[in-house]
DNA sequence: GTCTATATGGCGATAGAC
DNA sequence: GTCTATCGCCATATAGAC
């Protein structure tokens, strides 16, 4: 580990503020993840508030240009989603506390989300268009694409948000056997949509 | 307003500790909200932790027995279905908070979920067999009831929960619009999951 | 740049008058 | 039961030695 001071305090910053949230998250428990002492937070970051934004922007980011890379690739449009949802599952998989850090980020100070969006360089009208095509031009019957997108994000996300609830009423607290289930959402999923979007 | 003063701490309680969580709320906010002091909160409740429970144990209690009765009607396994659909729309809509206030929750603290679930009668067993029954007699497809539960909740809860952020790059930030999405979905939804079921 | 020590403020909780 | 005043702690932030 011979990154700089100021990387391995962003790295267990961003480890912790995932974990708690900005309000749940401690500097000193920061300060012990990242190995050293707290004042040296401040020396690189000056507040808690500057530290949070500066992980918070990076992570909104890396979430939003990955699902842009996804769609981006040169396959027709049905792939796309098909493709799309087998990473996105996988990519919630690797990071299961993101999504669920990001709602609660949004909601607890929605004003911060518009600058969020501009300096992640994710234009809202890129955005929109996004899934949006690849969805209308597959849309035999003719739905608001709009909400096929946003019915395909709650399937995705909701089994890792809702985890601990989820696992102990219909799983017995078998955490093995949830696993398993989440990957056999990559079919589930694809099934529906397709299901859906050819009427 | 002649409700008891108990009455009036645990009310605007509910309504702080809903809107910013366990750890976001203050007990001076909870006790202005209430119109009385910080002392009184302690006098009744003896300790934050202790309000926050009896709140939390109560909107869990309500919103599973909500569920419950919906389910509990005297109509067929599909007809259950659609109206819980309708039902649970218009449940999150007047309650829009609750849903992602019990998510961040349990996976703040998932060691009060057990007790969560013990002291709002709502037996692991029960809950489990809630929704599978009704599925599982109008499954065609033979899919695991469980995939659908899952689909079902997130495609409910999703648009509720990442609200700022499908408002702002989906609608312009038109709230009107929004809420007019929202009620739109109970179609939507009703399809989408009809579609599935009977393959 | 990195540390120890300390300042400053806020919050949960309590004491005690009425 | 309800209030004011205050305690004690913990978290962010800063001062200052090295």
Redesign the pocket.
């Given at each position: 580990m011979d990154s700089?001071?100021?990387e391995k305090i962003y790295d267990a910053a961003r480890r912790i503020f995932i974990l708690k949230g900005m309000e749940g998250?401690?500097?000193?428990?920061?300060?012990d993840e990242a190995?050293?002492?707290?004042?040296?937070?401040?020396?690189?970051?000056?507040?808690?508030?500057?530290?949070f934004k500066a992980v918070f922007k990076d992570i909104f980011a890396k979430f939003f240009s990955r699902v842009k890379g996804t769609l981006n690739s040169d396959i027709t449009a049905k792939e796309k989603l098909m493709v799309f949802i087998d990473n996105y599952i996988d990519l919630i998989a690797a990071n299961p506390y993101v999504p669920q850090f990001i709602i609660n980020e949004i909601n607890r100070d929605p004003k911060v989300l518009k600058s969020m969006m501009l300096e992640s360089g994710a234009e809202p009208q890129m955005i929109l268009s996004m899934f949006l095509n690849e969805i209308q031009s597959n849309n035999a019957s003719k739905i608001d694409p709009r909400h096929i997108v946003v019915s395909l994000l709650g399937m995705l996300i909701f089994p890792f948000a809702g985890r601990p609830l989820l696992q102990m009423i219909y799983f017995n607290d078998d955490a093995q056997a949830y696993n398993q289930f989440l990957m056999e959402r990559k079919i589930i999923v694809k099934n529906m949509i397709l299901k859906f979007i050819e009427g």
């Open positions: 700089s001071t100021e998250a401690r500097m000193q428990e920061i300060a190995g050293m002492n707290k004042a040296l937070l401040h020396y690189y970051f000056r507040s808690k508030e500057n530290l």
